[in-house]
């Protein structure tokens, strides 16, 4: 089954590090990639990106964090059934249950070896595959 994800995230090695992983895991998902929230909302809306199945956000990137751009997902009705996956490199389990408070599917510390990577987003394309994007937490200690 083909699957659409757009990362959101502003540091460039994370960015190739994720799209690395995801060409090993799956050929069936196609990668959007944006460095920033600002125009995310009217070029969805416009059409200009393609409607993701899942977008993963990172929390803190400039201009816009990633919580204001996932409060203004979850209040916009034509965008706001689009599964987003918060992550960032700390492992707070407020963010976390900010995370799932606000709208989020689920949450993850981002990891720094390719092998947990490749874990990861096998778990949440398995997931994807079934419907089952809300569940991605209850079976599994990756996800919060």
């Not at 959007?32 to 909302?41: D, K």
């Not at 199945?53 to 409060?71: R, V």
């Not at 960032?88 to 981002?110: L, Q, W």
Request: charged content about 30%; some cysteine.
């Amino acid at each position: 089954m083909s699957h659409k994800i757009l990362l959101i995230d502003d540091d460039g090695d994370d960015r190739e590090f994720f799209l690395d992983a995801i060409s090993k895991v799956s050929s069936q998902v196609s990668c959007t990639v944006l460095e920033s929230c600002m125009n995310l909302i009217p070029d969805l809306t416009a059409g200009k990106i393609e409607r993701p199945d899942l977008i993963f956000l990172d929390i803190n990137i400039p201009e816009m964090s990633g919580w204001t751009c996932l409060a203004l997902l979850k209040k916009n009705a034509l965008l706001a059934d689009i599964p987003v996956i918060m992550y960032s490199t700390s492992n707070h389990i407020e963010e976390a249950m900010r995370a799932k408070k606000e709208g989020a599917v689920s949450f993850f510390t981002k990891p720094y070896d390719l092998k947990e990577l490749h874990e990861i987003l096998k778990e949440v394309i398995e997931h994807m595959d079934e419907n089952t994007l809300t569940e991605l937490h209850q079976n599994s200690d990756r996800f919060y």
